[in-house]
């Protein structure tokens, strides 16, 4: 029997439901788990939390919208990621961590052998949270680091942690998805950012929306994707002061490297059921709209999983 996936959304869980995820997290017959937006007892998630450990299955898991609501949750979410192997992406979009509780994490996200995949918008997180996020993006030559990774609307980190970021960032051997969506940066710290995708070699798709940029910023990102080669595929500046010629003009440009690239590569047929059942799902940030999108896939990128998992 293949593993399946296991998603609800905001309900209360009963004790003969969690049960029955722990048992099939147990019997190795979940790969994909989503509890986002759902209410459980602190005794329940820590029964979950244990099976995530003993999981040998489990690829993806989302605790969104504020399912790790505490130090303790933390806490026994960080024993569990240090005993589970398999699991490749983690969202805890919306949870209320702070620095303690990344400071906490951080241990087990650090040293996980699979995962890849990491979400961490809205998470209240500060400097300290954001010193230890750049320990997972190592450079060229070191371990391998994250994927992809998710920021949005973290309003605490200040320029010097978002100066951090882009150094560690540039010289990231793995990041190809980088989500910085709804922080306030500005064209100062877009500045650096820019000479920070210019020198990434992965880099392929960076979210800039809502995130306090004009036309200065968008200027700079033109020159750099007009006259020097990138690996950017994708740049979201929507929801920013900048004319939507600019934003065109760039768009373009981007389209016609990909498609110089399409033209060299050879063709690639990944696997219809991976890209099927493991889309990548984040919670979009609005803070003028719905707080939170409803689930979708944003960029249609195939779930990091190794060539040998099927179905």
Not at 30 to 40: A, T, W
Not at 159 to 166: I, N
Not at 167 to 183: F, T
Request: glycine share 8%; with cysteine; charged share 20%.
């Amino acid at each position: 029997m293949l593993p399946a996936s296991i998603q609800i959304t905001g309900e209360m869980l009963s004790a003969a439901e969690v049960q029955d995820i722990c048992e099939s997290l147990k019997e190795d017959g979940v790969r994909l788990l989503s509890v986002r937006g759902c209410q459980l007892s602190d005794r329940d998630f820590g029964r979950v939390c244990r099976s995530v450990a003993e999981s040998r299955s489990l690829a993806q898991l989302n605790l969104n919208l504020g399912v790790v609501s505490s130090i303790g949750r933390t806490r026994h979410l960080a024993d569990a990621l240090k005993t589970n192997r398999s699991l490749q992406t983690l969202f805890l979009h919306g949870s209320p961590l702070l620095d303690a509780g990344l400071v906490t994490l951080n241990p087990a996200l650090s040293t996980h052998p699979s995962l890849v995949c990491l979400d961490l918008g809205d998470c209240m997180l500060g400097d300290e949270a954001l010193g230890l996020i750049c320990g997972m993006l190592p450079p060229d030559g070191a371990k391998s680091g994250l994927r992809e990774l998710t920021l949005s609307a973290n309003p605490g980190i200040s320029s010097k942690g978002w100066a951090r970021l882009s150094i560690a960032v540039a010289h990231s051997s793995q990041l190809r998805v980088l989500n910085l969506d709804y922080n306030p940066l500005g064209d100062q710290i877009a500045g650096m950012l820019a000479v920070a995708v210019a020198s990434s070699r992965t880099l392929e798709v960076l979210d800039l929306e809502g995130t306090g940029l004009t036309n200065q910023s968008a200027q700079v990102f033109l020159d750099m994707v007009e006259n020097y080669p990138t690996s950017l595929r994708v740049l979201v500046l929507a929801e920013n002061d900048i004319s939507p010629e600019l934003q065109q003009q760039i768009c373009d440009l981007l389209s016609e490297g990909e498609d110089d690239d399409d033209r060299e590569a050879l063709p690639l047929v990944p696997d219809p059921a991976s890209i099927t059942a493991f889309q990548q799902i984040r919670d979009k940030y609005h803070p003028i709209r719905d707080k939170y999108h409803p689930i979708r896939d944003k960029y249609q990128l195939p779930a990091w999983l190794p060539h040998s998992s099927k179905g």
